[in-house]
């Protein structure tokens, strides 16, 4: 017998299971189904900042209780160009809002183990998944259990949370979809270190060499990048050029070469990532609605990408209550352009302060120095730093 629920999920990441969440709070159940073992799933490094209302939402959830004792609360960012570094107080720009570092993988930590003690269903391990009739009342999910048995999911309504890579978007018709998408000429490379603090918040550097910058995931473990050939091999970078490029880009910059040194330890985990921003407009299809990365893509200089993800499951978790709970789909039909509105505002933050930050050797010398202008802006205009800190804590939601 297929297994039947009212909304059908397929991504068990950030979007998959706080939506999983809002709607079982709603008391609408929901089925996640994931490629990927629990395991790869709590154990894949990924981003690390959550926005203001993310951190209150986790709580409202009952979910922010490992959080509040373990992540790292932020009240400002430190800013670096050429030889000046400036601090961003945040919380004084925003009256009072604040970021958390807290790991992607711990958030999907939390939230797996309350979906689960909440009695909910996420399949792990699933493959050939496939979206039928996703234009019809009666949407279906087909796929194979981990031990190899073909199942299918009966649902209302189907949601695709799997991620830029996944099957859900691909059951848009191509040429339904609206699609724009921008590739940098550059890419980072992360680390992440056991070693100690070195500062007492995040660093975002512009170097003449590139971009550098400093994160946090514990007292112990210190998450950096550098910017860097998107088609570069890991290979090409010992441990030993990493740390000299992040002490050229981190201490070089602020004028205080020799007062301040970044604390180094042991690379215990490595790997490139490119650059790119994408938006699928076509955010839904009959009853197939996406969410997260499967439509959209933010270059992780703005630290958006999760913050959004949550943003989008939010609107859609209210219109498909609205939807099932008391027959109006007037939210439903709205999504997409609601939802949007606050992605592209999200895109285009995340598209600044990549062009801000990064050396990019396809700009012209004039650009340059528009870029320098910007930052040299930033640092002196408390307005100019009001903005900033706006988008980074999170802008709020339309009622
Ligand atoms: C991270 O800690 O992984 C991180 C922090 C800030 C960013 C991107 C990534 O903008």
């Given at each position: 017998m297929p297994e039947r629920t009212q909304v059908g999920i397929v991504g068990c990441g950030p979007a998959g299971l706080f939506l999983a969440h809002l709607l079982h709070r709603a008391g609408i159940?929901?089925?996640?189904?994931?490629?990927?073992?629990?395991?790869?799933?709590?154990?894949?490094?990924?981003?690390g900042v959550l926005e203001h209302w993310v951190t209150e939402l986790m709580r409202e959830l009952g979910l922010g209780e490992r959080m509040a004792r373990e992540g790292h609360f932020h009240s400002g960012i430190t800013l670096q160009y050429g030889l000046n570094r400036f601090h961003l107080d945040m919380e004084g720009l925003t009256g009072g809002k604040r970021v958390t570092v807290y790991a992607q993988h711990e958030v999907l930590h939390d939230l797996i183990a309350g979906r689960l003690a909440d009695g909910g269903t996420i399949h792990f391990g699933v493959s050939g998944t496939a979206f039928h009739d996703v234009e019809s009342d009666a949407p279906r999910i087909s796929f194979r259990h981990a031990d190899g048995r073909a199942d299918e999911l009966l649902c209302d309504y189907v949601i695709g949370a799997d991620g830029f890579h996944g099957p859900a978007r691909q059951a848009i018709p191509a040429a339904m979809r609206r699609e724009y998408t921008k590739t940098y000429p550059f890419g980072w490379l992360?680390?992440?270190?056991?070693?100690?603090?070195?500062?007492?918040?995040?660093?975002?550097?512009?170097?003449?060499?590139?971009?550098?910058?400093?994160?946090?995931?514990?007292?112990?473990?210190?998450?950096?990048?550098?910017?860097?050939?998107?088609?570069d091999d890991i290979a090409n970078w010992p441990d030993e050029r990493i740390?000299?490029?992040?002490?050229?880009?981190?201490?070089?910059?602020?004028?205080?070469?020799?007062?301040?040194?970044?604390?180094?330890?042991?690379?215990?985990?490595?790997?490139?990532?490119?650059?790119?921003?994408?938006?699928?407009?076509?955010?839904?299809?009959?009853?197939?609605?996406?969410?997260?990365?499967?439509?959209?893509?933010?270059?992780?200089?703005?630290?958006?990408?999760?913050?959004?993800?949550?943003?989008?499951?939010?609107?859609?978790?209210?219109?498909?209550?609205?939807?099932?709970?008391?027959?109006?789909?007037?939210?439903?039909?709205?999504?997409?352009?609601?939802?949007?509105?606050r992605i592209w505002k999200a895109e285009?933050?995340?598209?600044?302060?990549?062009?801000?930050?990064?050396?990019?050797?396809?700009?012209?010398?004039?650009?340059?120095?528009?870029?320098?202008?910007?930052?040299?802006?930033?640092?002196?205009?408390?307005?100019?730093?009001?903005?900033l800190a706006e988008n980074y804590v999170g802008l709020p939601f339309e009622s």
């Open positions: 159940e929901a089925v996640i189904l994931e490629n990927r073992t629990r395991e790869a799933v709590e154990g894949t490094i990924r981003a992360g680390i992440l270190a056991r070693a100690p603090i070195s500062w007492p918040e995040l660093i975002y550097a512009r170097h003449e060499d590139g971009f550098a910058l400093l994160s946090t995931r514990s007292p112990q473990i210190q998450r950096m990048y550098i910017q860097c050939d998107p088609k740390w000299s490029a992040l002490h050229r880009r981190l201490e070089t910059a602020g004028g205080t070469e020799g007062a301040w040194r970044l604390a180094e330890g042991t690379i215990f985990q490595k790997g490139i990532i490119p650059l790119r921003s994408f938006v699928c407009e076509t955010m839904r299809h009959g009853r197939l609605f996406l969410a997260g990365d499967a439509a959209h893509i933010v270059p992780p200089t703005g630290a958006k990408g999760l913050n959004l993800a949550v943003a989008d499951v939010l609107i859609l978790s209210r219109a498909l209550e609205d939807a099932i709970r008391h027959n109006r789909t007037d939210g439903l039909d709205a999504y997409p352009a609601t939802a949007l509105r285009r933050f995340s598209w600044m302060m990549t062009t801000m930050l990064h050396r990019n050797d396809a700009e012209t010398p004039f650009e340059h120095r528009i870029r320098m202008a910007d930052l040299d802006f930033l640092a002196s205009s408390r307005n100019a730093q009001a903005a």
